[in-house]
Nanobody
Framework: VQLQASGGGLVQAGGSLRLSCAPS????????MGWYRRAPGKEREFVAA????????YYADSVKGRFTISGDNAKSMVSLQMDSLKPEDTAVYYC???????????WGQGTLVTVSS
């Protein structure tokens, strides 16, 4: 299954963007979905995730209070609302899903978010 992310683009600092992700197979079953990002010259880092069974959401400290993850379990679709964007949020954002008990093991192709100062 492929995870197809969309919604990236160029925005000024303080602006908003909404990323969306959907699987190529809408019958794709998973335990959780989320987002990671990789900024230029940096390691990939966790951004946010949602666990379907509990509905719990998780955020990196750097985005708490600014980003909101939401999703539709039945469709395995997930979105990331990003508000109050900062230049340091500039990165390629990757949608991910977990079908194992341990780690995220399905990845999308990434969508570029650029925040100008």
């Amino acid at each position: 299954v492929q995870l197809q992310a969309s919604g990236g683009g160029l925005v000024q600092a303080g602006g908003s963007l909404r990323l969306s992700c959907a699987p190529s197979d809408r019958t794709f079953v998973n335990y959780a979905m989320g987002w990671y990002r990789r900024a230029p010259g940096k390691e990939r880092e966790f951004v946010a995730a949602i666990t379907w069974s509990s509905g719990k959401t998780y955020y990196a400290d750097s985005v708490k209070g600014r980003f909101t993850i939401s999703g539709d379990n039945a469709k395995s679709m997930v979105s990331l609302q990003m508000d109050s964007l900062k230049p340091e949020d500039t990165a390629v954002y990757y949608c991910t899903a977990r079908t194992s008990q341990v780690e995220f093991n399905h990845w999308g192709q990434g969508t570029l978010v650029t925040v100008s100062s």
